[in-house]
């Protein structure tokens, strides 16, 4: 049993996309199907295929779960001709009727894709149908999400791909995967860093419980608090907030997709806001509160999700022209970059410990010692010939339990010179003389 933890960062991100994202561009068909009796499934190429598993894999990944769903041949076969039912009928539906003209053997094994699978229509490639599942933003499908919900289920393993004319189909509902790991909630966004081009700002949000660990919310006592520290906005959303078109919108699904219930919800947002909050380095803090775990106690589950730029390349450190390379990578902030504490400090030694009971982030530099109060703008250095404060130009910041620091107070902290080179993205550090 393995457990789940936050350890994705921009760079792993990054090498995911690099790894997974979409490269073919050649026909769909390696078959061609007929779309008209005598009806015939056809074939889609494998790397046509290929691509929409890879864009399910890596939203997974982006949700922090297994990425490491397969293709399997004989959901292949079946989403296929589930794809040509969806065709022949003219339109989504999940219990079609059956085709004068179509065979019903066919028909049957069409149908049985059709009523268990994602189906989506105008998409051209099979990993654009996979982002509008994962989008589910619409008014039919808000409340529920329930194709983004399939995709990301703790136990799928196996998964089918169908494709003909406009039509798609996925086949998500396979629960084969033998081994189980831990986790409490499936966010989405997830925890953590997340690419600002896999969610924009009119997306619904969901977080997907897990029911050995939560009871179904009630819907009269869930409430979901949404913050942004940069510009001090902040939202309260619940049941009462059904603007299912753009605005604040608030439910909880009771319906068990993938074996879950699932909250969803979003901000109501301005125009304006869009670009400022949504934005490289963009911080949000979620608390829900009014949930029961199984055992009948009460729970609050709280989280961070920093949305970043998956074209921008992360900020570079280098001393004295060698690269550092620090975990989790550096991030911006307010015009500044601000380094992990902890990984930072070690380059030169110094070891960090953070008191949570007093909010105060501690260091030891050889015969030096440092306080520093979490979101506070000084420091206080201690040292053999006495007592002095460094200020720092923007607060020290706990994000997903990792401490960071504006570069320039680490900096003068070891007496060094720290140069911003905007052409390379990169702050280069150099040893001051004496």
């Known amino acids: 049993m393995a457990d789940l933890t936050a350890a994705r960062s921009r760079s792993s991100i990054k090498a995911a996309w690099e790894r997974l994202k979409p490269r073919y561009a050649g026909t769909p068909y390696a078959d061609i199907p007929s779309l008209q009796a005598p009806y015939a499934p ?4 494998p790397a046509f295929i290929q691509d929409g598993l890879n864009m399910v894999n890596f939203v997974r990944y982006l949700a922090d779960l297994p990425a490491d769903i397969e293709a399997d041949a ?3 076969a079946i989403a296929q001709h589930g794809a040509v039912l969806l065709h022949a009928a003219g339109k989504l539906d999940h219990r079609p009727q059956r085709p004068a003209d179509m065979e019903a053997d066919f028909y049957e094994t069409g149908y049985r894709s059709a009523s268990t699978s994602n189906l989506a229509k105008g998409y051209r490639t099979l990993h654009e149908a996979v982002i509008g599942y994962m989008d589910d933003s619409d008014p039919r499908n808000i409340g529920k999400v329930g194709h983004r919900r399939w995709i990301l289920s703790p136990q799928l393993k196996k998964a089918g791909f169908g494709f003909a004319g406009s039509y798609s189909t996925i086949s998500v509902t396979d629960r084969s995967r033998e081994s189980l790991f831990v986790y409490d909630a499936i966010p989405y966004p997830a925890r953590g860093p997340f690419p600002l081009q896999f969610f924009h700002p009119r997306q619904v949000w969901s977080i997907s419980l897990n029911p ?8 009269a006592l869930a409430s979901i608090t949404l913050r942004h ?22 439910n909880v699904s009771a319906v068990m ?9 979003r901000p109501d947002l301005t125009a304006d806001d869009s670009g400022v909050l949504f934005a490289d380095g963009s911080l949000f803090e979620v608390t829900v509160e009014g949930l029961e775990k199984t055992d009948g106690s009460a729970a609050t589950l709280q989280y961070e ?10 900020v570079g450190i280098f001393l004295n022209g060698r ?3 620090l975990t989790p990578d550096p991030l911006t902030a307010d015009g500044r970059v601000l380094v992990p504490m902890r990984p930072l400090f070690a380059q030169f030694g110094a070891e960090v410990a953070w008191d949570r009971a007093s909010g105060t982030i501690y260091a030891a530099l050889g015969d030096r010692s440092l306080q520093l109060p979490a979101g506070g703008k000084e420091a206080r250095v201690t040292e053999t010939d006495g007592e002095r404060t460094i200020a720092l130009d923007v607060p020290a910041q706990i994000r997903g339990g990792t401490t960071y620091v504006p570069i320039g107070f680490a900096a003068q902290l070891f007496g060094l010179h720290a140069a911003w080179n905007p052409e390379a993205w990169r702050v280069e550090l150099t040893q001051l003389e004496g």
């Open 42 to 45: 056809g074939k889609l190429q």
């Open 74 to 76: 004989s959901l292949n």
């Open 212 to 219: 050995e660990i939560y009871k179904t919310p009630d819907p």
């Open 229 to 250: 520290p940069a510009s001090g906005r902040v939202w309260t959303i619940g049941r009462q907030d059904k603007d299912m078109l753009s605005g604040a919108y608030g």
């Open 257 to 265: 997709y993938a074996g879950s219930p699932a909250i969803v919800f």
């Open 305 to 314: 999700v920093e949305f970043f730029d998956l074209d921008r390349t992360p």
């Open 323 to 325: 690269e550092v390379r």
